[in-house]
């Protein structure tokens, strides 16, 4: 009778080994998610914007030499620079607020914040031409209050749609520099009143530069998707502020110009990963991160 640890030949019986998965493996579903949302149609754009309508460098030719079409690109970025310097003055010292105020206080602004991301942004946009129109809110208040003889115009401007995205962009800047402000250790700010620093010389000398990287991973969050934003500037802003995503979206629904579009989206695309690599190459994903 053979043994069952032994095979018929008298050789040892050496169980089957199971592979387990690497960390390779385990990514694969994600990369392959990756690959077909957003690789894939990057390259088909990429495609038509050389393809469409000859082969060629035609569509890129006529975006960056023509005067329209550089002026969008330049109100795009004068706007995304606008909301993020705006969101940054607002957003500093709320986040500082929300890291020292007491956790119940904190947990309630925290709902308010929160319940403002999870409202539908047509819904926010619409309530801000509401507030904003002649006859708004805002006007009236400004009126009653003698501060104006008549109405401020609010909207259909770049007025209008700098208040509509930097309202629509602050928890987006307030929470990644909550996180970093969170982790500042009290006793630096106590030892550098200490050795005679005033209130100014600690946030300037000690609390800016400790937050700096929070500040940087905030700042190009929403300047990064003021880029790409199409809904607020359009409801908000009027022709003189027009957006390259607004381009964008009448390349491709009005004009059915996809080479154009696609030529468009791709330069959008750049800029954005020059910017995120420019981001890494100074600051870097742990100091990014509050480490």
């Keep these: 009778m053979v043994s069952q640890t032994e095979t018929e030949s008298g050789r040892p019986y050496a169980p089957a080994r199971v592979r387990r998965p690497t960390d390779f493996d385990l990514t694969l579903p994600a990369l392959g998610l990756l690959i077909l949302f957003f690789v894939l149609p990057v390259a088909i754009l990429l495609t038509r914007s050389v393809t469409e309508p000859v082969p060629g460098l035609g569509n890129y030719a006529e975006l960056l030499g023509s005067s329209t079409y550089l002026r969008i690109f330049a109100n795009t970025f004068i706007v995304s620079g606008l909301v993020t310097f705006v969101s940054l003055l607002i957003g500093f010292p709320v ?10 206080l904190a947990s309630v602004v925290f709902a308010i914040l929160l319940l403002s991301m999870w409202t539908n942004l047509l819904a926010r946009t619409y309530a801000w031409m509401v507030l904003l129109q002649r006859t708004g809110v805002i006007n009236k208040l400004l009126i009653g209050l003698g501060l104006i003889d008549k109405p401020l115009p609010l909207v259909n401007n770049l007025t209008g749609v700098t208040i509509g995205m930097t309202y629509i962009m602050l928890p987006f800047i307030i929470l990644p520099l909550y996180g970093v402000i969170r982790k500042i250790d009290p006793a630096i700010l106590q030892a550098a009143a200490l050795c005679g620093a005033n209130r100014w010389q600690s946030l300037v000398r000690v609390l800016l530069p400790l937050a700096m990287p929070g500040m940087a991973a905030g700042a190009l969050m929403v300047f990064v998707m003021s880029l790409g934003y199409f809904v607020t500037p359009a409801l908000l802003g009027g022709t003189a502020n027009m957006m390259l995503a607004e381009l964008i979206a009448q ?8 080479g154009m579009g696609g030529a468009a989206a791709l330069v959008l695309l750049i800029v954005t990963l020059a910017l995120y690599a420019v981001q890494l190459r100074f600051f ?4 990014m991160g509050g480490r």
């Design 95 to 104: 986040a500082w607020a929300l890291a020292i105020m007491p956790s119940r």
């Design 251 to 258: 390349f491709v629904q009005s004009l059915v110009n996809w």
């Design 284 to 287: 870097g994903t742990d100091r």
